[in-house]
């Protein structure tokens, strides 16, 4: 089986990645990247058991069809995305129309190469985000798919695009694809602008005495945090058992709030907190706690790994790093 991931140098795709060549290494992983992808996420093993698609940027079409024959994938997991949610604000433009053409012209490449009656023989993941709920009041927690979108930022946007575009061509060209929203998702590797990963580095950079104060955005938050081991095991869950057509939430059902993140991840070690205005968002999303009764339900997935576990393998992880 050919299995196309782009996003794989990112943070869920180079788990995903690994997940599958340790588990399926009878299955052939093919991975996107351009010139300027950055390769710190993947480990020197793997990099030899993925065969790489250069110079594929997701926004030219041409490069995509090129992709797509190259690869002929039988499964493709579309993780590949501007994900940062503060630069939707600051660059709303780039980030829109990045997520959303860059899944037209993978899905227009997939019909161009596979022709109309085989193009629905390729399995498609959506990775789509619980950001798109949006504003959620207190009586709808914990959210099931049947949520109003109430999206507060254009990333937000951006995923319900990719969100309906992945139902649209499901149901005008009969295309299988499964879209999941998953919930926040935390772990080695995560980007140091992420709230849980940005806490950890700073931590160790205290600890290590490259700083004194620990700057924190919004501590009320409250998220819903999976292992990103747990989330990628879900991810292939997904094309393995989801329905065509269908949108599953993807989450451990756990609500945490910033502040007791960081309780967890400093415990008895002493630190000075400092609120950073630029780390506020123009509009939050005040609580997102997922229920994925139905995903569980349709899949058997669950959560393995705790999140103290968790957040001490990220911990460890900027330990090495820094």
């Not at 503060?86 to 899944?103: A, E, L």
């Not at 085989?118 to 985000?129: E, H, L, M, N, T």
């Not at 620990?214 to 501590?219: D, S, T």
Request: aromatic residues 10%.
């Amino acid at each position: 089986m050919n299995i196309l991931i782009t996003g794989i140098t990112g943070f869920a795709g180079s788990h995903l990645a690994e997940c599958i060549i340790s588990l399926y290494p009878e299955h052939q992983v093919f991975g996107t990247k351009r010139y300027r992808t950055k390769m710190d996420n993947i480990s020197p093993s793997t990099l030899e058991d993925i065969t790489w698609i250069d110079d594929c940027d997701l926004t030219d079409f041409k490069a995509v069809l090129k992709c797509i024959k190259a690869s002929k994938p039988d499964r493709i997991f579309h993780l590949s995305a501007e994900s940062f949610v503060p630069t939707s604000w600051s660059n709303p433009t780039k980030v829109v129309s990045n997520n959303v053409v860059s899944q037209i012209n993978l899905f227009e490449a997939v019909r161009e190469v596979f022709g109309k009656q085989d193009a629905s023989k390729v399995r498609i993941q959506i990775a789509g985000s619980s950001e798109e709920y949006g504003l959620v009041h207190k009586h709808e927690v914990p959210i099931t798919e049947t949520n109003e979108l109430r999206p507060l930022s254009p990333y937000a946007v951006s995923k319900i695009a990719q969100d309906f575009l992945g139902k649209q061509y499901y149901e005008t060209y009969g295309m299988h694809i499964v879209r999941t929203r998953a919930f926040n998702h935390t772990g080695a590797r995560r980007g140091d602008v992420f709230v849980c990963s940005t806490f950890a580095k700073q931590i160790v950079e205290i600890e290590k005495g490259l700083r004194s104060v620990l700057r924190v955005g919004n501590l009320e938050a409250v998220r819903d945090f999976t292992d990103v081991r747990d989330m990628v095991r879900a991810y292939w869950l997904a094309l393995e058992k989801g329905e065509a057509g269908d949108v599953y939430n993807i989450g451990s059902g756990m609500g945490y709030t910033m502040e007791a993140i960081l309780e967890i991840l400093t415990e008895d070690f002493p630190y000075t907190i400092e609120q950073d205005v630029t780390r506020m968002r123009p509009s939050d999303v005040p609580i997102l706690v997922c229920d994925a009764t139905k995903f569980k339900d349709k899949t058997g997935w669950n959560t393995q790994i705790e999140l103290k576990e968790t957040l001490q393998w990220l911990l460890d992880y900027w330990r090495d790093k820094i």
